[in-house]
Each structure stands twice: as structure tokens, then as C-alpha cells.
């Protein structure tokens, strides 16, 4: 049977924007009644809980970005969030490795660039130096992160939705049911439908990730982008070799693809994955190599931003292709920093799927996207850094929801 239950502001995505999203607007106005839809039975169960787990340090990010801006606040309110409630994570630092000279300026680049976005502790080292903090990387040079870490993210998202109905027990968290459309009742209220159910609700916010285009065609937005997914494949180190790594390895990366390219992160669990790599998959919510969607593939393939974005980089696509299908290559790629890995120091790991909004042109649309179309708010882009920016944008979606949902 339907609710008639009203509530104020309903949230489709139950991942870790999502759910920081509830809770900051909870906690500034309690007596709101908010409800957030999970389509999948646990919430995190997509980018979220399956990202490196890295509290990032906003080193990369341009200056004056919504990323860079979120994601140094949003770094110091996690860890906080963290050591209020307990949720496992660890400031261990990290180090940033140039293993040939033609990497330096770019290294110098990224250095002035954490200068400018206030990544507090961050110096330039020497080889010396790289070797005492992780001493089987080989570089010539480096950066030394202290305020990067490892969380928890999954236990951050559900603690985040458990403080929501602790703040406003008449607010709800529903799992396992998918939001499927949207009509407006009257001039105060929508009606929102699900697999399972119907609820009406006076505003919507919606945070669907890889989704995320498609909800927002549905809610009438004019999107000339599209959301392509890039599966990220990882391996962890055996036994034998997890003591090669201390905590956090990246490489310097290449300036023209917008990702951070293959690194080495200690996880809370103690694990030490390598990874990922960046495949365009043909299933946007496809964690399998060979996993295909004739939708999400006839959304891809038939998108001109797709093929421009692959002509531009016809030899980067070919090289994650192969290296996703070559354990070999994959440990080629590990080697460059840590050369005394071999295959028996990896095994196949898990994977995940990261949402990135692509313009016609081609053009990944790399800062946060957040628009505002009638009586709702649509996260369009929210790429790494979003979950360790979690908590600022929540915050940010709150101001945005205070002035154009009148709140009060």
C-alpha cells in the first residue's frame, strides 16, 4: 500500500554524497522530515563502497575548484566525523614518486598546485628520503602527503543515515527499491514511485552517481552530457610481500587523462591493493570484466563524447584494455615504482566502476556539477574527490536547498 506520509525532502542515492547530504540537512533543520531511497539492499554499494578508500589530501585538484575547495574542508570534517564515531580510518600519509626526470616539472606543478589549495604538510623529497618513509619504492624525487589517509567509507555512509532517523525518528532510510518516476501531484507536492512503493514528498534531491544523467532526463533537466562508467580493476599484494608497502604509493600522473593512474594503498583491513586501472565498461554497473548492459553499451557506443574522448586517446584505451586482461602488464605498471615485485607478489582483486559526466566534445567534465531545475537539486558530476568531500558538499547542497527550497 502507498504512504500518505508527506516528507519535506526525499533523497534518491544511498551512497556517501547521499547520505552526507541527509545528515547535513538534518542537522540544521531536525524537525524536517527526509527520506532517502537506496535501490540496492545495503547502502554504498556501488562508487562508494568500492573506491580505494582514500581520504584524498586535494593536492590535484585546480585552484578555486569546487573540488579543491570541498575537498580540503571536507577532508578535515571526515576525519573528525571519523573520531567522533568511531569509524575505522588512519592519517598515515602518502607519498607521491617521480621515477625518471621527464616527470619532475610536472611533479613541481602538482607541488605548487597543494601550495596554493593549503594541503598542509606537504615538501618536495629526495631519493633518500623516499626510501626511509617506503622503502622499496625506487624514484628519483617525491612528495610527502601527511594529511592523507584510509577510512572506512561504507561504515561512514551508514553511520551518516543512522544519525538522520536519530535526529528525526519520523525520517526514513528505504533499501531495495529503485525510483523508477516522478509526478507532480500539485503545485506543493510530487509523487514519487519505486519498485515497491509510492511516497509523496514536497522536494527532491537526487545524488545517482552513475545514474545520474538518466534521473535528471527524467526530471526534465536539458543534459546534452552523458555519464560514461570506467571500471577500475585491482590486485592486492599476497602475504609474502604486503610488508613492501607501508601506506600510500602514487605515482606522478599523466597530465592529459583524469585519473591518478595506478597507485598502492594500505586499506583499514590491513589489505594492500594496486590499482586500478581505467576501462571504459559496458555495464555502468558492471564490476566484471566481461559484464555487458545492452543499454548502458548502446548509451556509450551511440554518444559522440565517447568516441571523441577514445580518438583523443586511442593508445591510453588500448593499453587499460590489454593491461585489464594481463596480470603481466598490470605488475609492469607496479613495477615502475616498486621493481622487486613479482607475479607471485599479486592476486586478482576486486573492482569498481567511477561515473564520469562526458561532454559531446569528449571532454571529461572533471569538477562537481550541481544544478538546481524547479523544486530539485541533481548532482551531475561527482567524481573523485566526492567521498572525502562528502560532508562540504552536503553542506553545499544544504545552503543551495535553503534558498531554493525557502527552508526554514
Not at 96 to 122: Q, R
Not at 317 to 323: F, G, P, S, V
Not at 341 to 364: E, F, H, N, W, Y
Amino acid at each position: 500500500m502507498p504512504t500518505q506520509e508527506t516528507y519535506d525532502i526525499t533523497i534518491v542515492g544511498g551512497g556517501i554524497v547521499g547520505a552526507a547530504t541527509a545528515y547535513k540537512i538534518q542537522l540544521k533543520y531536525p524537525s524536517l522530515k527526509i527520506l532517502l531511497i537506496e535501490k540496492e539492499p545495503r547502502l554504498a554499494d556501488h562508487q562508494t563502497g568500492n573506491n580505494s578508500g582514500v581520504i584524498h589530501s586535494g593536492l590535484y585538484y585546480k585552484p578555486g575548484s569546487a573540488k579543491a575547495k570541498t575537498c580540503v574542508d571536507g577532508r578535515k570534517q571526515l576525519v573528525a566525523f571519523a573520531q567522533k564515531y568511531n569509524i575505522k580510518h588512519d592519517v598515515c600519509g602518502k607519498v607521491v614518486v617521480a621515477v625518471d626526470e621527464s616527470e619532475l616539472d610536472y611533479m613541481d606543478k602538482i607541488f605548487e598546485n597543494g601550495l596554493a589549495n593549503n594541503t598542509e604538510g606537504i615538501e618536495k623529497i629526495n631519493a633518500k628520503r623516499l626510501k626511509e618513509i617506503e622503502p622499496h619504492v625506487e624514484g628519483i624525487a617525491g612528495i610527502w602527503v601527511p594529511c592523507t589517509g584510509i577510512i572506512d567509507f561504507r561504515a561512514a555512509t551508514e553511520k551518516m543515515a543512522e544519525l538522520v532517523t536519530e535526529i528525526q525518528p519520523k525520517s526514513k532510510i528505504v533499501l531495495g527499491e529503485e525510483v523508477l518516476s516522478y509526478d507532480k501531484n500539485d503545485a506543493t507536492t510530487t509523487k514519487v514511485n519505486t519498485s515497491k512503493n509510492s511516497y509523496i514528498t514536497k522536494y527532491m534531491i537526487f545524488c545517482g552517481g552513475l545514474q545520474a544523467d538518466r534521473l535528471a532526463k527524467k526530471d526534465g533537466v536539458d543534459l546534452k552530457e552523458k555519464v560514461v562508467g570506467f571500471r577500475g580493476d585491482y590486485y592486492e599484494l599476497t602475504e609474502q610481500a604486503k610488508h613492501k608497502v607501508k601506506n600510500l604509493i602514487y605515482p606522478i600522473p599523466n597530465p592529459k587523462f583524469p585519473f591518478l593512474g595506478v597507485h598502492f594503498t594500505r586499506m583499514v583491513n590491513g589489505e594492500i591493493e594496486c590499482g586500478p586501472n581505467a576501462v571504459m565498461t559496458f555495464k555502468r554497473e558492471g564490476y566484471g570484466k566481461t559484464d555487458f548492459s545492452l543499454k548502458d553499451t548502446w548509451d556509450a557506443l551511440t554518444y559522440s563524447g565517447t568516441w571523441r574522448l577514445l580518438f583523443k586517446n586511442p593508445m591510453f584505451a588500448l593499453d587499460e584494455y590489454r593491461r585489464a586482461f594481463s596480470k603481466k602488464l598490470f605488475l609492469k605498471t607496479l613495477q615502475r615504482m616498486i621493481p622487486s615485485l613479482t607475479m607471485d607478489d599479486i592476486k586478482p582483486g576486486r573492482a569498481g566502476v567511477r561515473a564520469m559526466l562526458l561532454s559531446q566534445d569528449g571532454d571529461t567534465r572533471d569538477d562537481f556539477r550541481i544544478e538546481y531545475k524547479n523544486k530539485s537539486i541533481h548532482v551531475l558530476n561527482a567524481p573523485s574527490p566526492a567521498a572525502t568531500a562528502c560532508l562540504s558538499i552536503g553542506d553545499e547542497i544544504c545552503n543551495m536547498a535553503t534558498t531554493h527550497f525557502k527552508l526554514s
